[in-house]
């Protein structure tokens, strides 16, 4: 079986020796190697070694997949329907503008907060130059970017992970803004 590094980071040391000395006391006569690290690994906040020893795997594992590369082609394409401010200009013909579109507008709304509809307006009204607010709003809510009660009232944005291309539009737009 291949050996996983393990990193083992402690934010106080103070308290790790602590909380060691007093698992030590517990445990008696010296323990063995599985027991001290077992030990080690409920100091630094760990159910067990094994917890620990996963944890690392999984981190590894997931260090390990890069991310999908952006279509850089269609993020360009998608940049042509802003302004030099990051306004959007005028709405995109193609469907997978419009999704990169919303995601930049989406990227405008700020997170964890309950709007109600004139508020969700002010926002999109700034951020686009040709007047139809509704039509943004109602793409935003229909794309699964924003949700709204039944009755209109209020608005919240959703959040989640940009796929590839949105996410290099927004940086691209955000650097220069």
């Known amino acids: 079986m291949t050996r996983i590094p393990l990193p083992f980071h402690v934010a106080d040391l103070s308290e790790l020796a602590r909380n060691?000395?007093?698992q030590?006391?517990?445990a008696g006569p010296s323990p063995g190697h599985l027991a001290l690290m077992?030990?080690?690994?409920?100091?630094?906040?760990?159910?067990?070694y094994q917890h620990l020893r996963d944890s690392a795997a999984a981190g590894l594992r997931l260090d390990a997949e890069?991310?999908?590369?952006?279509?850089?082609?269609?993020?360009?394409?998608?940049?042509?329907?802003?302004?030099?401010?990051g306004r959007l200009a005028r709405w995109p013909g193609?469907?997978?503008?419009?999704?990169?579109?919303?995601?930049?507008?989406?990227?405008?709304?700020?997170?964890?907060?309950?709007?109600n509809e004139a508020s969700v307006n002010d926002i999109l009204?700034?951020?686009?130059?040709?007047?139809?607010?509704?039509?943004?709003?109602?793409?935003?809510?229909?794309t699964g970017l924003v949700t709204r009660t039944q009755d209109g009232r209020a608005?919240?944005?959703?959040?989640?992970?940009?796929?590839?291309?949105?996410?290099?539009?927004i940086r691209q737009l955000h650097r220069s803004a």
């Open 66 to 85: 890069p991310p999908p590369p952006a279509d850089l082609k269609l993020v360009e394409r998608a940049l042509r329907h802003f302004d030099a401010e």
């Open 38 to 48: 077992n030990m080690l690994a409920r100091a630094d906040g760990y159910r067990n």
């Open 125 to 142: 009204r700034l951020w686009h130059g040709f007047g139809d607010h509704a039509l943004l709003r109602r793409t935003l809510v229909a």
């Open 94 to 115: 193609r469907t997978a503008q419009q999704r990169l579109a919303a995601f930049v507008l989406w990227s405008r709304l700020p997170a964890g907060v309950v709007m």
């Open 155 to 169: 608005y919240r944005r959703v959040e989640c992970r940009p796929d590839p291309e949105a996410a290099a539009l």
């Open 20 to 22: 060691l000395h007093r």
């Open 24 to 26: 030590l006391a517990v």
